[in-house]
């Protein structure tokens, strides 16, 4: 899920490498196996999930550029907060 980049308001900026876009979630359709390995049928029923991660806010709230650099353990980069 994307929502228009609040640094540059959609116009493109490093921060969204151009795109004007930030993705903020992930989100996407839920695959038919989903529904047969519960026992639903997947011919009656579709269905769509999304989720927002703390992860997502904590990276537009500091400006970090990879989501990587939350989950490195690296010293240098954690000491900043
Ligand atoms: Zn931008």
Known sequence: ???SCVFCGGKGCR???GTGWMEIGGCGSVDPNV???CGIDSEKY???AFGFGLD???M???AI???GLL???DQRFLSQF
Do not use: Q, W
Request: aromatic residues 8%; glycine residues 4%.
């Open 71 to 73: 989950t490195s353990n």
């Open 35 to 37: 529904f047969k390995n």
């Open 46 to 48: 579709t269905g769509f």
């Open 15 to 17: 921060r969204c490498k």
């Open 56 to 58: 997502r806010i904590a």
């Open 60 to 62: 537009l709230r500091h």
């Open 1 to 3: 899920m994307d929502v």
């Open 65 to 67: 550029p990879e989501i």
